[in-house]
Structures are given as structure tokens and as C-alpha cells.
């Protein structure tokens, strides 16, 4: 039986896309997806989430209708899950790490190690950094028993993109439940200021106005990386483009980020306060998990073969979108203590038994 999926239902974005499309491919369960994107300008499929879906085709040898460009309607029927390497480019500036986002969960559960090289933007507005999904996400999968590597190869800014970035996954049998709850402080922050085809004067003031603003907040123990890439580096971007990754570890353990683009007219400093003043905030929460993450783990958790439970710095309606496809999708049983826009307590029961081996005997 395939499931149907209303694509306008809560946030309305790429995200259910992505999520149920992921889930599919996992579970071995066709779906039906309408009003693709519909709340969005333009709507439906961008090339980014076509690629998404094009990759996730390969590596499940899935049937697919509807995939292309502007599509507000999908098909996508699984088959076999299978490993090996793979390159998939978005063509445009098309975010790396929300491709990724739908890849990594359905590389874990290949027969085989899979690799694969995704081409496009790696520092994108709207969008986690790349270097986000390496400090904050992978940290916490890895407590799921999830092994994953990241290797950055050239950054990608809007608008020609042409980022480089190369993951690989380490298969498991099952993912293990998470519970990320304590917060018993900070043990350091780290951050990393970055740049391509730019004064490196810029990098620098980011990161001491980020300095600065942590210090007037009490947190003194900051370690900072700066990155200012010229055309003669290998990792540069084929444009110009800043930003700023900040990333405090917790104890007893859990990873909370922020970060913040720099585009023309906008001091650095700014850049840098920003990205400082939202990490503050999330840590005042006293909460193991930030409000991005919080969405990004939703999948794992649906997948887990057992109970997890997060505490979020804030309920965001995408994180509440990702429970609502997780649900239709994986039959998965999530409970909230807390409302939007508020710190939260989530808790899911996830698959009973997420083993490869066993895939075929969840398909419908």
C-alpha cells in the first residue's frame, strides 16, 4: 500500500520531501507526495531536492514519477538498498548538508560501506553549514552507533556554488536509542570563522567580536579556528563568501551550535555577535540539544530500535513537521512536553526493529 503525504502540512518545505523520501527508501514503503513545497516562492521541486531524490533513486533502486523541476507531486516506490560510491551534483548552489540530511540515514543501512562525493553549496542561508553537520550532528548520531566522515573539499558560496564534499558511512545492523537530557554545563566552546576570496582582516573580526560577546556572557573558554581561503587554496570557493560556526560541548555530553553568513553591507562584526548572542541564548535553555539539531535528529530517533528522548532549546514547527512525517511514514510514537517556540522534551518510540536484515519484513 503506499502512503499518502500532503507536502503543505506543517512548515510546508523540502524538509517532508526529504524526511518521508529518506524513510522510504529505509523502510523498503512506496509513497505519494502532493503539494510539493506548495508555501513556498517558487513551489515544488528545486534542483537541490531533485537531487536529493535522484540520489536516494540510486540507492534503492526505486521506481520514481514526477521528478523534476517544479514538480509538486512525487512517486517514489524503494526496492533493495545498495551501497558503493556515488557522485551527485546539485547543479546550482543547492545546499550540500540538506542533501546529505536524507543520504547519510539511508547509507547506514546498505549492505556495503557507501561513499559518496555532493557537489553544490556548503554555506547556505536557510540551511545548515556543512561544518555544522561535522561538529554538531555527527557528534550525536555517533552516540547511536552511527559512524560517519565528512570531508570538506572546496567550500561553495551563493550564488555559483561548485562546493565539494565527500561522506562516508560505516553500515550497521540497528541504531541505537539516544537520550540527550542533562545539562550540566559547558566544558569549552570552539568556533571557526571562514572566508574565501576575502580580506583576512574580516575572518579576525568576526571571531573577536564573538570572543567579546561570549566573554560579556561569562564563557571565556573559547577556542577559534580562522579560515581565510585564497584562490591559490585548493578548498576555495569559485566565489566570495564569510561565516561563522560557534559550537559549545556540554557535560555530561551533547553538542549545541550556531552559526551566521556574512553577504555584502553586513558588518563582520555583526556576523560574529549574531552568531555569539544565539548561541548564548540557547545555552541560557539549559538544553543538550539546539533547535536545529532538535529537527535533524527526529529520523534517527523514528529509526532507533528502542526509546529516545531529547531535551530542545526550542520546539520549532519543523522539528513538529519531521514527527509528523516520521509518524506516517514509520509508524513511529512521539510525545512532546512543551509547545512551540519553547524549550521541549521529546520522546519517541522508535522502530522495534530497524536491522537490515529484517527490511523486507517491514514492507507493506
Do not use: W
Request: hydrophobic share 40%; with cysteine.
Amino acid at each position: 500500500m503506499t502512503i499518502e503525504i500532503d507536502g503543505s502540512m506543517g512548515e510546508g518545505g523540502g524538509q517532508i520531501l526529504r524526511v518521508s523520501t529518506a524513510l522510504s527508501a529505509i523502510l523498503g514503503k512506496p509513497i505519494r507526495i502532493r503539494n510539493i513545497r506548495v508555501k513556498r516562492s517558487p513551489p515544488g521541486l528545486r534542483p537541490q531536492h531533485k537531487t536529493a531524490v535522484e540520489a536516494l533513486t540510486r540507492m534503492s533502486n526505486a521506481s520514481v514519477e514526477g521528478l523534476q523541476v517544479s514538480s509538486t507531486s512525487l512517486t517514489f516506490a524503494p526496492k533493495a538498498l545498495e551501497g558503493g560510491q556515488f557522485v551527485f551534483d546539485t547543479g546550482t548552489a543547492g545546499s550540500v548538508s540538506l542533501v546529505l540530511q536524507s543520504l547519510i540515514p539511508v547509507m547506514a543501512f546498505t549492505q556495503t560501506k557507501s561513499r559518496v562525493e555532493v557537489r553544490g553549496g556548503t554555506n547556505n542561508p536557510f540551511a545548515p553549514a556543512v561544518d555544522y553537520i561535522e561538529e554538531v550532528l555527527l557528534p550525536a548520531v555517533s552516540c547511536m552507533g552511527l559512524n560517519v566522515s565528512i570531508h570538506l573539499v572546496k567550500r561553495g558560496f551563493y550564488p555559483r556554488g561548485g562546493g565539494v564534499v565527500v561522506a562516508e558511512v560505516d553500515p550497521i545492523n540497528k541504531l541505537q536509542p539516544i537520550t540527550l537530557t542533562e545539562f550540566k554545563g559547558v566544558k569549552d566552546i570552539s568556533g571557526l570563522s571562514y572566508s574565501s576570496r576575502l580580506p583576512c582582516h574580516i575572518v579576525e573580526r568576526m571571531a573577536r567580536s564573538a570572543r567579546r560577546k561570549l566573554a560579556a556572557a561569562a564563557y571565556t573558554n573559547v577556542e577559534m579556528r580562522l579560515e581565510c581561503l585564497q584562490p591559490k587554496d585548493e578548498k576555495c570557493a569559485v566565489n566570495s563568501g564569510t561565516g561563522i560556526l560557534l559550537y559549545a560541548k556540554l557535560r555530561p555530553r551533547g553538542v549545541l551550535g550556531s552559526d551566521s553568513l556574512g553577504e555584502r553591507g553586513r558588518p563582520a562584526e555583526k556576523v560574529g555577535y549574531d552568531a555569539a548572542s544565539a548561541l548564548i541564548t540557547q545555552l541560557a535553555t539549559r538544553s543538550p540539544v539546539d533547535k536545529f539539531l532538535g529537527d535533524q535528529l527526529i529520523m534517527y530517533m523514528a529509526l532507533a530500535s528502542g526509546t529516545s528522548t531529547i531535551r530542545v532549546s526550542e520546539l520549532t514547527l519543523h522539528t513538529t513537521t519531521c514527527m509528523a512525517v516520521s509518524t506516517l511514514v514509520a509508524g513511529s510514537r512521539f510525545t512532546v512536553v512543551g509547545s512551540l517556540g519553547k524549550p521541549a522534551t521529546i520522546t519517541c518510540d522508535g522502530q522495534d526493529r530497524t536491522d537490515k536484515r529484517s527490511l523486507k519484513e517491514m514492507s507493506p
